[in-house]
């Protein structure tokens, strides 16, 4: 209660006057002052949520737009903020960057989001091989016998054909997992066989040790790595997983 208070107050009322001080004072506009003060990430980060939050509608959508009208919306956040391009030379150049950057990470995020909600295809020969790569990966020492079998039981999977788990995360979640295998071989294969250990391994219930998860709060980053152990807290490395 007292923070959605809080939230409105400052969004509302503290936020505005807040600003409107520090613009007297400095004879600077908020986005200004964020290009004095911060630099990369800090800078971009600050920027969108400076344009998020505005109750300007140009300034809003800014973070929407296409990369083809990044320079119309840079000439038109100057119009708004009454900046003059001759007195604050770097404006229009760092302005671009942040938008270039924020439009970019939504398009990644959108395209990751696309991959995530492609589910496996058996019929696919792009995902049976894919598929097939992850075996060669983690066990090149052992033939897998049959495209369905128990066999596959020894990487993680639940069933007879790894297909059935790959739900929330669809084709991500195995493109996740050829990568790791393949750039990270040896921990890979550390943690496979730590997994299948009869002492040091762990039983059915901590198998969700390692989750792929997908956030989908408003503030939480679009796909998380999320250590976890469901009874003590700690992290269970198993390299695959029914929760994909």
């Known amino acids: 209660m007292f923070v959605s208070l809080w939230e409105f107050f400052y969004g509302h009322l503290f936020r ?31 920027i969108e949520n400076s344009l998020t939050y505005s109750k300007n509608k140009v300034l809003q959508n800014a973070t929407r737009a296409a ?67 992850l075996w060669s990966l983690l066990m090149p020492t052992k033939k897998l016998k049959s495209r369905i079998s128990k066999q596959w039981a020894d990487i993680g999977f639940q069933g007879d054909d790894p297909k059935t788990d790959f739900r929330g995360m669809g084709m991500l979640g195995l493109i996740n997992l050829v990568y790791f295998s393949e750039n990270y071989t040896s921990e890979a294969h550390q943690i496979l066989s730590r997994s299948n250990h009869p002492k040091l391994g762990w039983n059915q219930s901590y198998r969700d040790g390692l989750q792929l998860a997908e956030e989908r709060g408003s503030e939480a980053s679009p796909l998380q790595l ?17 929760c994909l």
């Open 67 to 133: 990369e083809s009208e990044l320079d119309r919306y840079v000439v038109d956040i100057m119009k708004e903020k009454n900046i003059c391009p001759e007195k604050d030379t770097s404006f229009q150049i760092c302005m671009r960057t942040c938008l270039l950057q924020i439009t970019g990470y939504k398009q990644l995020y959108q395209d990751v989001e696309n991959v995530r909600k492609k589910p496996y295809d058996s019929a696919n020969a792009q995902h049976e091989k894919l598929l097939l790569k």
């Open 226 to 242: 999320c250590p976890w152990d469901s009874h003590h807290g700690a992290l269970s490395p198993v390299l695959l997983l029914p």
């Open 16 to 46: 505005f006057w807040m600003k409107w001080v520090l613009r007297q004072m400095t004879g600077k506009c908020e986005l200004q002052r964020i290009f004095d003060t911060y630099r990369g990430a800090q800078r971009t980060y600050r």
